[in-house]
């Protein structure tokens, strides 16, 4: 089994920063690619941004330039450096590994973290 611990998360004014880390473990040889999601309340999950094993990334056009993702692949952990926040980044924001491989050959399957609240206010 496989758990991913979320955090990071609070309240921060308009224009802040912060960083969410997202730690995997449990039985992992290797994870496909991780991705940050995030939730606003009444609005669809939306993929924000993505790292693959071999380090290729891509971003929401909303936070591109703003975001940055990264991973520590010694501790399986992403992480989400988010700087230049806006009201709208009020989310709930969850991490996704996707591709998760217990050992060659033997795939386990994707996982989601429980979630981290952002909230952008002033």
Known sequence: QVQLVESGGGLVQPGGSLRLSCAASGSI?????????R???GKQRELVAAITRGGNTNYADSVKGRFTISKDNAKNTVYLQMTSLKPEDTAVYYCNADGVWERVGVRSGDYWGQGTQVTVSS
């Open 29 to 37: 040889f290797s994870i496909d690619a991780m991705r940050w999601y």
């Open 39 to 41: 939730q606003a309340p």
